[in-house]
């Protein structure tokens, strides 16, 4: 199974910017995509952005269009996740997911954002 860390997170002002990173090791091979989600105190996970991993193929929720950039680097098997314009609404803990052909799904531990307003 492949493992996944997550690093990046922390404190922003409303309006700033985050970079999230998240680094693959283990059995990476039969990658179909990478995906960042979110889970808000209180609140259910939720789908961020999703990319695919041979295509580099992109989606993203709503409510972070415009906003977020999901890309990778296959060469270090790492994704990431560029955030500008941050909303306080968008504090929470970001988690990487891994889907693979022969493991399934993988999760990260999670970074910490917090945006003030």
């Known amino acids: 199974q492949v493992q996944l860390v997550e690093s990046g997170g922390g404190l922003v002002q409303a309006g700033g910017s985050l970079r999230l990173a998240c680094a693959a090791s283990?059995?990476?091979?039969?990658?179909?995509?990478m995906a960042w989600f979110r889970q808000a105190p209180g609140k259910e996970r939720e789908f961020v952005a999703r990319?695919?991993?041979?295509?580099?193929?992109?989606s993203y929720a709503d409510s972070v269009k415009g906003r977020f950039t999901i890309s990778r680097e296959v060469a270090k098997n790492t994704v990431y996740l560029q955030m500008i314009s941050l909303k306080p609404d968008d504090t929470a803990v970001y988690l990487c997911?891994?889907?693979?052909?022969?493991?399934?799904?993988?999760w990260g531990q999670g970074t910490q954002v917090t945006v003030s307003s």
């Open positions: 997911n891994a889907d693979q052909v022969f493991s399934g799904t993988s």
């Open positions: 283990g059995r990476t091979a039969g990658t179909r995509t």
């Open positions: 990319i695919g991993w041979s295509s580099g193929s992109t």
